[in-house]
């Protein structure tokens, strides 16, 4: 199936972890991108990566990292979990200098114990 | 300013009314615009893509752009109780970077 597809789909675990969430496309794109949705249900855009060069970094504490290490994955690799970690983590993708939608993935459920 | 806008909602109708969504973006330079349907729990999903000023309809969706107003608006026909969801516009603006709004909370009951 083509898609976005990320691992795990939920993750719970204790303050102070350090955890990773995967994220793959077989869409072709040359974009991908991580969102954070709090309890509020605002999308909001962390990181987005084209062609493995980061171009957006939103204002994100710097214990989350991105590595993209090929065009059709994106990772994030958080450290130190705080509380305010918990939400609901969205990776997406789509193609560059075209009028295409983003399309997502089904989401990482983080919650910090 | 926020770069989209959209009421929070909740938006309430009655099955089988009209319901009406609203989005106003602030970059002229906009080219692409689209609305996604996210469940809760679920990951947002695409329901309409729009380009051009005008109308452009779906089965009992229908997307409407007013690029001089900087406005685009989603109509749901004969809404359904499986219509209740929230509605999120988003933007494709000048720099290729995609701008979601808040969304807003429909609500149809039966």
Known sequence: ?113 | QKEVEQNSGPLSVPEGAIASLNCTYSDRGSQSFFWYRQYSGKSPELIMSIYSNGDKEDGRFTAQLNKASQYVSLLIRDSQPSDSATYLCAVKNYGQNFVFGPGTRLSVLP
Request: proline share 4%; glycine share 4%.
């Open chain 1, 1 to 113: 199936d083509t898609a976005v597809s990320q691992t795990p789909k939920y993750l719970v675990t204790q303050m102070g972890n350090d955890k990773s969430i995967k994220c793959e496309q077989n869409l072709g794109h040359d974009t991908m991108y991580w969102y954070k949705q709090d309890s509020k249900k605002f999308l909001k855009i962390m990181f987005s990566y084209n062609n493995k060069e980061l171009i957006i970094n939103e204002t994100v504490p710097n214990r989350f990292s991105p590595k993209s290490p090929d065009k059709a994955h994106l990772n994030l690799h958080i450290n130190s979990l705080e509380l305010g970690d918990s939400a609901v983590y969205f990776c997406a993708s789509s193609q560059t200098n075209s009028n295409q939608p983003q399309h997502f993935g089904d989401g990482t459920r983080l919650s910090i114990l």
